[in-house]
């Protein structure tokens, strides 16, 4: 049975990946990495004033995913 986390990751590629060649081009894009990459992406989909608020959300992700595993 897929586990929460799982739902989490596919959730987050598909959001990368719908933002299109402006936040990421597989071969191309480096500089940005993990969390700073879904950032981009929710900004670019959601507007400038989610960047923020993803990085709440990635800090409490993290820290709730550490206390479980």
């Given at each position: ?52 608020l993803m990085s709440v959300l990635v800090v ?10």
């Amino acid at each position: 049975m897929p586990r929460r986390r799982d739902y989490v990751c596919s959730a987050t590629a598909f959001l990368i990946l719908l933002a299109g060649p402006d936040v990421y081009t597989p071969g191309v894009t480096s500089g940005a990495a993990g969390a700073s990459l879904t950032q981009f992406a929710v900004a670019a989909e959601l507007g400038a004033w989610t960047a923020l608020l993803m990085s709440v959300l990635v800090v409490a992700a993290s820290s709730s995913a550490r206390s479980r595993d």
